[in-house]
């Protein structure tokens, strides 16, 4: 009687070349993530919101850093620029129009 184990006939071995075929996607992969991750977008940069900036330093000039003095437009733009924290937004820029330069 011959003893043959089941084990190794049940066992499905995987093919070499598609060992091959997913290191090399594995490769390819990685060098586009450090492609992406590392080289600078090309093209120009946004100019810096120069207008929003404008308008909410005009405004803390106007109430003197105190939010509740302003139109309710006024105060749902500045909310709308400054995503919210209008209140702080106009406390801050109000504190660096008071404060005198240090040059």
Do not use: Y
Not at 57 to 76: H, I, N, T, V, W
């Amino acid at each position: 009687m011959s003893v043959h184990s089941s084990k190794a006939d049940s066992q499905k071995q995987v093919p070499p070349f598609v060992i091959a075929i997913a290191v090399a996607l594995l490769v390819v992969f990685i060098a586009w993530r450090g492609w992406a991750t590392f080289t600078m977008p090309q093209g120009k940069l946004p100019p810096p919101p120069t207008q929003d900036i404008n308008f909410l330093m005009q405004k803390a000039r106007e109430c003197q850093g105190d939010f509740s003095k302003l139109s309710p437009a006024d105060q749902a733009k500045v909310q709308q620029i400054s995503h919210g924290f209008g209140p702080a937004a106009i406390a801050s820029d109000w504190r660096k129009e008071s404060q005198p330069s240090q040059h």
